[in-house]
């Protein structure tokens, strides 16, 4: 008796094909690995490209913060954010209140260099998400804020949905 399964019966879906962080892994790594190939091709790597897109707005960010919006280990930013400074395309500078903290921007040069990057990630997700309508792209996109919000572990080492009262 053989375990196979004959060619005439469809195989049943395995776990994985139904399991959310597997199918949101699997998404990510395809629509970000064809993102990344332009990335290289305008000369920075996958981290530079995602360090650069999270200052592109200009605002002050803490290297801790950063390395959490990047998904990135803090000590590889920092590592990072070395190069990048060298290159003018980021600054640091510290905290106002809190020394412990440095928070870094983009510098003007750096807002440059990625200005046209930005625009063809853009043109990249409206072809993504295209197929699925304005209504459910935004959509999807509102429930992975939601996902990301009630899953994010805070300081103090609880998630908001520990913290909430409902």
Known sequence: MSNLIEPSQPAAPSFVEGYLPALLARASQLISGEFHQVAREHGFSISEWRVMA???NGN?????DLAQLTVTKQPTITRLLDRMESKGQVERVPHPSDRRITLVH????GARTIRHLIELAREHEHRVLEPFGL????????????IIKLHTVQPDGDTPAETRDD
């Open 54 to 56: 999270s200052l592109a």
């Open 60 to 64: 002050l960010i803490s290297i801790g």
């Open 106 to 109: 983009i510098t003007p040069e």
């Open 135 to 146: 209504a459910r792209a935004e959509e999807l996109k509102k429930t992975l804020h939601q």
